[in-house]
């Protein structure tokens, strides 16, 4: 008898535990659920972290790929730009612009790169928008967001306000899988970042429905 209650202890205990630990996982943040799933976040609904509050989709950022990527595919790239290196240009900023850094996206809660850290929109979106960002916000476009487009005059800036425009009309969830879709390579698949002119593992040529690079 004493065995069989010790034993049904044991399992009221285990219960609770595993129902303890269930409920906390559910409120982990974006990141840290990421990184339970093997350095990838697979949920659509999780993924809206990653729309930035500018209208940026990080997705595509060198300092997310160079935090989520595989390891295979960050090797592929240091390999390409090894054997096709690229200096700055108009529009285009030099290959090392990002190296070292390491970020989760925009609203991830997690890891940012330093000047996203810091940036006054997403500081701005944070305190005024019920969704963090600016796509429903009544000064847009703004100075902080005009501002930071033409800052260094970057090709990939100027989507900030069409993005935010689609973000606005087809759902934040929706617009992720779009532009996960969008920036893959057209051949293998492969992520690719905003300034990769061809796929870093078959050398296709980056898809036609992204900004040209010419």
Known sequence: MNTTRE???SRRKFIKRATGTIVSLAWLPGSLLATLNGGKIKNDIAKEHIAAACGTYCGACPAYLAKHGSNEEKK???EKRASSPHKASKGIPDQSWMDG???DGCLSGGILAAHCQFCAIRKCASGKQTDSRC???EELPCYRVTGLISMGGYLHRNEYLPNLKKI???GVTEWVKYEETRWLCPKCSLPMS???AECS???EPRSSKLFPLA
Do not use: A
Request: aromatic residues 14%.
């Open 168 to 170: 606005h009309e087809m």
């Open 201 to 203: 593992r078959c050398g």
């Open 101 to 103: 850094l390491l970020c």
């Open 194 to 196: 905003w300034y990769d």
């Open 76 to 78: 592929l790239r240091l």
């Open 7 to 9: 034993e049904y202890s």
């Open 135 to 137: 796509t429903g916000c």
